[in-house]
């Protein structure tokens, strides 16, 4: 089907991916995924069972019954687990200061990739996350790795949350530089940028921008598809 593509969001964290390509699915009438929700979704499953980010046998049972739902909804996605809708619960400081830690492990990586790729199969779909360009969807279409600055993305962050968690900024930013380290780090499909990704430093750009320039992209992409 050469109506539509697959595309490809990867970078670190703050960097601006969601946002961006849940708008550029909107605009193109795609399916947005954050994967990111995913890996958030099992942290906080195995946080509520106890169960640590080394105890791999533990997080291999996890796995096997885990059902993640993700819904459209009007501000951004709807995530269930299991039924129970973990929105805004696997957004909490306990999950993001655990997450990259679940994320190294194989048997998450393994059973979370096969979930992306499947949903990726009849494409149109803009998938956002750390290894989508590098490993799930290596064929996707268009891939874009979004930066910016750790300083700039820990403000970002710090205007986001004020008012909720008060975090000093230095903190946000040492927390923000460390999990960039352990999902550059990792052994198993760690942030990297694909060969044949477009990288885009969103620094100094407002989103509206990003967004102008991704489907400005993906129209070339569908162009050359065709
Ligand atoms: O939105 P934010 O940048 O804070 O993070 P996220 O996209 O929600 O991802 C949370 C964590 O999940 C990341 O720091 C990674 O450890 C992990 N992740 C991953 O390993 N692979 C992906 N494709 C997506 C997320
Ligand atoms: O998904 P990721 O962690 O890469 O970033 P995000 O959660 O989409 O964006 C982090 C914050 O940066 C959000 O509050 C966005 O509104 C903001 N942002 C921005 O100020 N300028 C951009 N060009 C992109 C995002």
Known sequence: DSDRINIAIDGPAGAGKSTVARLVAGQLGYVYIDT???YRAVTYSAQRLAIAANEQEQLGKLMKDIRIRLEPG???????????????KIRS???????????????????????????AERKGVVMDGRDIGSHVLP???LKIFLTASVRERASRRHRELSGVD???LEQLEAEIA???????SREIA???????AIELDSSGM?????????????????????
């Open 36 to 38: 990111g929700a995913m």
């Open 139 to 141: 064929n996707a279409e």
């Open 178 to 184: 460390e999990r960039d380290r352990l999902d550059a």
């Open 166 to 168: 008060v975090v000093p």
């Open 206 to 226: 407002t989103i509206d921008e990003v967004v102008a320039t991704i489907v400005r992209l993906s129209r070339t992409k569908l162009a050359e598809a065709k």
């Open 190 to 196: 760690p942030l990297i940028q694909a060969s044949d």
């Open 74 to 88: 009007e501000s951004g996605q709807s995530v269930f687990v299991d039924d129970e809708e973990v929105t805004d």
């Open 93 to 119: 400081l306990d999950v993001t200061r655990q997450v990259s830690h679940f994320a190294a492990s194989g048997i998450v990586r393994e059973v979370l990739g096969r979930m992306q790729r499947e949903l």
